[in-house]
Nanobody
Framework: QVQLVESGGGLVQPGGSLRLSCAYS????????MGWYRQAPGKQRDLVAS???????NYADSVKGRFTISRDNAKNTVFLQMNSLKSEDTAVYYC??????????WGQGTQVTVSS
């Protein structure tokens, strides 16, 4: 069974922090670059961070210096540490392979709301 389960979202004040987790299952992920994506209502779903199996990372300019992606290959888990959160970070956050593949369905995502 190929599955992605995101967790850790919630309501946080501007300047606060959250740590998101993504548990994945299925051999299709074993050699994949993994990424975190986000989508706000009415907007395109965008890649915000990615990580190779060996640990090399890439970030969108909008989150550089604030977000950190990491992974635990033994536990089949990807994390996104989000610091100095801004209102414009409000979105549903998803994990998936990079690039996305047609045989992998998106998970439910986890809602992050940054508001006073």
């Amino acid at each position: 069974q190929v599955q992605l389960v995101e967790s850790g979202g919630g309501l946080v004040q501007p300047g606060g922090s959250l740590r998101l987790s993504c548990a994945y299952s299925g051999s299709i992920f074993s050699a994949s670059i993994m990424g975190w994506y986000r989508q706000a209502p009415g907007k395109q779903r965008d890649l915000v961070a990615s990580i190779f199996r060996g640990g090399t990372t890439n970030y969108a300019d909008s989150v550089k210096g604030r977000f950190t992606i990491s992974r635990d290959n033994a536990k089949n888990t990807v994390f996104l540490q989000m610091n100095s959160l801004k209102s414009e970070d409000t979105a549903v956050y998803y994990c998936n392979t990079y690039p996305v593949r047609s045989q992998v369905d998106w998970g439910q995502g986890t809602q992050v709301t940054v508001s006073s």
